[in-house]
């Protein structure tokens, strides 16, 4: 079965013009990288977003509220902040507001507590402090993961009747650097 084209479908010089900037775009992200990982980049996600921002700019839209759920708002906020103000919201927040808040009025109910000035914003960190962020985060999983790696290798030494901790007190550390290698 052959699935219906979206509106945002695009022809294939279309899309080789954007996938040049995508793939410009995932370079340079996976050079700013610490782990060397571009991350998720959908193409239709984008073109769709964009297409969104252009339509919510056509409608003389003026404020855009978003609520914070996981990590699905980051690519509507980074690229609609561009030219539309752009309000990240908590939601618990505003769940404590009165109102009725189901999935189906959601997005009216943000639009509403926006229109009013009643949401407060969240803060969203410019690209520098995300970019110190994104490298103190893998510095941490790659120390923690150091550390249980060295707690395998020790177990595994101990289980061989081998007790480095007998005669260095750091197995992994400078003192031992002699007693590690062959």
Request: charge should be neutral; hydrophobic fraction near 40%; glycine fraction near 6%.
């Amino acid at each position: 079965m052959e699935r219906m084209p979206y509106a945002t479908d695009l022809t294939d010089e279309q899309r080789a013009l954007i996938e040049q900037l995508i793939t410009g775009w995932k370079q340079a992200r996976v050079a700013r990288s610490a782990t060397g990982d571009p991350g998720s980049c959908d193409l239709r996600e984008v073109v769709n977003i964009l297409d969104l921002r252009e339509h919510l700019l056509g409608a003389g839209v003026s404020l855009v509220v978003i609520e914070a759920t996981g990590d699905y708002w980051k690519p509507f906020h980074y690229l609609l902040a561009e030219e539309l103000n752009v309000v990240l919201v908590n939601s618990r927040q505003v769940k404590n507001l009165p109102g009725r808040k189901t999935d189906v009025s959601d997005a009216a109910w943000l639009a509403q507590l926006g229109s009013h000035g009643l949401v407060r914003a969240s803060f969203v960190p410019p690209q520098p402090v995300r970019e110190l962020r994104d490298l103190t985060r893998a510095r941490t999983q790659l120390t923690r993961e150091r550390a249980q790696v060295v707690q395998r290798l020790e177990k595994l030494l101990e289980d061989a009747g081998i007790t480095l901790s007998a005669v260095v007190s750091t197995s992994w550390g400078s003192p031992a650097a002699p007693c590690s290698r062959p």
